[in-house]
């Protein structure tokens, strides 16, 4: 079993910047896939940014060159720092867990980008 915690989210202007966490319990954290999902109101959960066990990342196309995910394995946690902030990036981040078969999801934390 894993247990997630995001922290990190707030209100920001547009252009701004913030940083996403996500602390992990459990052993398994450094041989998952890490990712980030968001979910803007009345939408589905899209997914933002993966990185893998051993540390190759992928970027949704939106996120692209602003959005870095990070992962340190021996805090047990995983980042997202979020540059150049849009309106539309507004909305409720998600982290996941990818092992084995199995997603584990964190509350999600609020993001609001205001324009």
């Known amino acids: 079993q894993v247990q997630l915690v995001e922290s990190g989210g707030g209100l920001v202007q547009a252009g701004g910047s913030l940083r996403l966490s996500c602390a992990a319990s459990?052993?398994?954290?450094?041989?998952?896939?890490m990712a980030w999902y968001r979910q803007a109101p009345g939408k589905q959960r899209d997914w933002v940014a993966k990185?893998?066990?051993?540390?190759?990342?992928n970027y949704a196309d939106s996120v692209k060159g602003r959005f870095t995910i990070s992962r340190d394995n021996a805090k047990n946690t995983v980042y997202l720092q979020m540059n150049s902030l849009k309106p539309e990036d507004t909305g409720v981040y998600y982290c996941?867990?990818?092992?084995?078969?199995?997603?584990?999801w964190g509350q999600g934390t609020q993001v609001t980008v205001s324009s």
């Open positions: 996941a867990s990818i092992g084995n078969g199995n997603v584990y």
């Open positions: 459990g052993s398994i954290f450094s041989v998952n896939a």
């Open positions: 990185i893998t066990s051993g540390g190759r990342t």
